[in-house]
């Protein structure tokens, strides 16, 4: 069974950029707001940024002005652009429907350093 895949963490200093990556199935992406979530160590997994079909973007106040949101509906695509990065966004970051998660993919780990 396909399932959601992202890609893109790693390690990068305070104040750098990067971009974090999701594919899945069509039966995911098709007609529902996507999302990416994070989840910080012995934090519960909260949510970072979301985006409907069309496009229209809804940010958490700790990550408003640095990070965009985007998505490819043809190729079940969905972006991260993360800028200024500070060491709080340390976190495995998630992609799924919103507000309806379901089945999680592996997650990417991103971590920046001070």
């Known amino acids: 069974q396909i399932q959601l895949s992202e890609w893109g963490g790693g390690l990068v200093q305070s104040g750098e950029r990067r971009r974090l990556g999701c594919i899945g199935p069509?039966?995911?992406?098709?007609?529902?707001?996507m999302a990416w979530y994070r989840q910080a160590p012995a934090k519960q997994r909260e949510l970072v940024a979301h985006i409907t079909v069309d496009h229209k973007t809804f940010y958490a106040d700790f990550v408003k002005g640095r990070f965009d949101i985007s998505r490819d509906n043809f190729q079940n695509n969905l972006y991260l652009d993360m800028s200024d990065l500070k060491p709080d966004d340390t976190a495995v970051y998630y992609c799924n429907k919103w507000p309806d998660p379901g089945d999680w993919g592996p997650g990417t780990q991103l971590t920046v350093s001070s």
């Open positions: 069509r039966s995911t992406f098709s007609g529902n707001i």
